[in-house]
């Protein structure tokens, strides 16, 4: 189901798309050197940087999420809310 919160602009969409687009062809390539059974110490680099890819796309949504949901929600009065799903989420993404 989507929320309310969501249906509004949010201004990284194409950095966070262009983020996870690299992010898939890093994977795609790990998954070609594990085939061309490369050594395991290159392939745990390469996850390690994929892992940042990943943190960097998270950082730029929760940015995004700061700057337009969490403004927006407090604009329409309905702050609490959104804090809440905030806290939801991150509780999630943090396990």
């Not at 995004?64 to 929600?73: I, K, T, Y």
């Amino acid at each position: 189901m989507e929320h309310e919160h969501t249906r509004h602009p949010h201004q990284q969409t194409k950095a966070v798309a262009d983020q996870l687009a690299r992010t898939a062809g890093h994977i795609q390539a790990i998954k070609r050197m594990v085939e061309e059974e490369r050594s395991c110490s290159e392939v745990l680099i390469q996850l390690a940087a994929v892992r940042s890819s990943i943190d960097r796309a998270s950082r730029l949504v929760l940015e995004d999420h700061v700057e337009s949901c969490l403004r927006g929600a407090a604009q329409r009065g309905v702050a609490d809310e959104e804090w809440t799903l905030l806290k939801e989420a991150l509780d999630k993404f943090i396990r």
